[in-house]
């Protein structure tokens, strides 16, 4: 028998998982989803979802882990010889590693923008910063694939090294303080962008619905950023359920979190829309939003580069947190599997996530012009490609797995809920999450026009 370590109790385990879900996606890539996809139409969109399915299906991910106590591939396969179906299931656990990859190849490039602006706000360099100083300075680091690797490569280690030591080495432990930290920057920086900022046109702009810009592309997006900003559908909250202990209620953990980390998500949205109608920027500026925007708040606050600095080290925490649940289950299925040692394959899975990064790291500059399909560039192209369909497809077969062919009886054990609030989960995870996941991919494969 492997020894397997757990977490000491219900609050590690739900800051390791609250770790996984808050990073990049809140801070970087859900202000900037809202832009580019029509505002309030998405974020209402998104937020049913994370309700709809992100809630449910992150009860499954759970449930799944903590009852095989396996890594993602091993555990679904002696659950499928548990419910006596065929052990091949085990292929979403290893299209799930996969995914986890190819996400952390380009998520470590976006945590070594954050890191690279850590050292710019420490030196004072968006002090009475314009809006278009500030979109220039960006600019001026795309165009440096010398300096974007070098962060990137930093990046890489810092996250492979943590895995390396196991998950549970004591990092979780600093989200005690560091997430709720992060909560209070935010604050601050909230008050003094609705201070300066347009609050009124942000707030409008994010809430007040506008049915007609509800297209398909945007509900697919917003489905596709639920899985990402919950950290659903590739094995990530799979594992970290599989060293929870068994007293832990699973459907209170999961709400806790799902709500934290949508509301963390729509407060960085507020921010930034506020500072960027103020400043007459544009709201679908795209991948560079935040970088573009916050210097303009933070160059102009009293003891400005002291909480951008601040402010940039608790991003890059919140991304380091998150990188490391993207790399865990491939690193737990090759030591649960082969005689390699955690630090051994930490370095080498490290070495090539790394290596594709570089390719990410050049789409911002030299192969800007590579397209790899429907006009989308590398960085795109993984982008999409894990969002909208590896993530979603993994969620969907997770989905029908414990719904329709785990046994019943093994479920409602491990969710352990009174029968209504059983059945609930069940019509969501049963019916809802699938249909419209299915709806999704039926309209992405040109079969519903
Ligand atoms: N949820 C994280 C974020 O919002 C990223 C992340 C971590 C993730 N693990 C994941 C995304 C698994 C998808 C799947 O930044």
Redesign the pocket.
Known sequence: MQHRSAWKNRWTFMLATAG???????IWKLPYMIGMNGGSAFVLLFIACVFFVGIPLMMTEILLGRRAQKNPLNGIESLAIEANISPRWKYIGGMGMLT?LL?LSFYSVIGGWVLSFITSAAMGSFTGITAAESTANFERLLASPITLLFWHSVFMVMTMSVVAHGVNSGLERANNILIPALFVILLILLGYSMSVGDMKTAFSFMFNPDFSKITPIVVLSALGHA????????G?VMVYGSYLQRNVSIARTTICIALLDTMLGLLVGLAIYSLVFANQLAPNAGPGLIFQTLPIAFGHMPSGNFIATLFFMLVAFAAWT?AI??AEPTIAWVVENTKISRKTASTLSGLAIWLVGVSVVLSFNEWQDIKIVFGLNIFETLDKLTSTIL?PLGGLLMAVFAGYFMHKKHVHEELNLSNNAFRLWQFTNNYISPIAIIAVFLYLFGLVK
Not at 20 to 26: R, T, W
């Open positions: 996984s879900a808050i990073g990049l996606g809140n986890g996400i899985f990402f900003s919950l950290s659903l559908g590739m990530s998150s649940s993207l993530l």
